[in-house]
């Protein structure tokens, strides 16, 4: 395992992010945010997302699951939108933790407007390089990245380690040990420092 982002870039691409949230909410008629959340991965990034927001910001969450268990690649997409509230005519921002094949913000941006959402932004902390397979991009996007699989600041592994407070890629021998049981896999370098 080895760190690609550290949690003080986390933090500044945030701070970037927010930014440029903050300037397109600003523009004539734009109505009260609703910030919705793609489950599980995107929860650190909505939280540390909407203390910097300004104005009336309103939140809510979906499920969205391609990876199950030890997978590495996606599958069928399966998407859980019971805890929406009623969108019709609001402003509303997706916010998901990486944009891999695209295809689970292509059918949430396309679900929440067939919902009645007046206008439907995207919001990617993550977005891996040369995977995509739709014709959308998300309007914001926090970092680039190589194709590989990530972890931590809310993404995982088969549950493990969304706790982490940067972005490591698994090394090969991590995704092994991992799915073989529970093995001595370094969990957080220490100081949070590249190695």
């Known amino acids: 395992m080895h760190t690609l982002l550290t949690a003080d870039e986390l933090a500044a691409g945030i701070d970037r992010l927010a930014a440029a949230v903050r300037a397109d909410a600003s523009q004539p008629g734009a109505r009260p945010l609703w910030v919705i959340g793609v489950l599980t991965g995107s929860l650190m990034v909505v939280a540390d997302l909407i203390r910097r927001l300004e104005g009336p910001v309103r ?8 990876y199950r268990g030890t ?3 996606p599958g069928r997409l399966d998407l859980r939108l019971d805890l929406l509230p009623d969108l019709t005519g609001q402003d509303v921002l997706v916010v998901d933790d990486i944009f891999d094949t695209g295809h ?3 059918a949430l941006v396309v679900e929440l407007g067939r919902r009645g959402a007046a206008r439907v932004r995207s919001l990617v902390l993550l977005r891996k390089t040369g995977r995509s397979e739709v014709a959308i991009e998300p309007d914001f996007v926090g970092f680039d990245i190589p194709d590989v699989f990530v972890v931590g600041y809310g993404l995982d592994f088969d549950g493990a380690w969304r706790h982490l407070s940067h972005v490591a890629a698994l090394d090969p021998s991590d995704i092994v040990a991992a799915r073989h049981g529970p093995a001595a896999v370094p969990v957080d370098p220490p100081g949070d420092a590249r190695p």
């Open 59 to 66: 939140v809510s969450m979906v499920g969205a699951s391609s």
């Open 71 to 73: 997978a590495t690649t």
């Open 104 to 106: 689970t913000l292509e």
